[in-house]
């Protein structure tokens, strides 16, 4: 088994969820490691930019 990251990146909260689920769906609960949560935000001028990312760090077997 190797050691692997997935990183994700996305402009809203709901679609980092909705893509986090859908990596998860093919990873084992014992090859699962650890899930990284990070939130951002900067000013773009008279608006918010948010960036909202996880890395998800798993075991993937030789198979896979």
Known sequence: MGV???IFDEEHDK???EAVNG???GVTS???IDIK???SHFSDGP???Y???AMIIYK???SQ
């Open 15 to 17: 679609d980092l969820e």
């Open 23 to 25: 990596f998860l769906k």
């Open 4 to 6: 692997k990251v997935k």
């Open 60 to 62: 993937k077997k030789e």
């Open 47 to 49: 608006g918010q930019i």
């Open 30 to 32: 014992d090859c699962l």
């Open 37 to 39: 949560y990070q939130l």
């Open 51 to 53: 960036s909202y990312s």
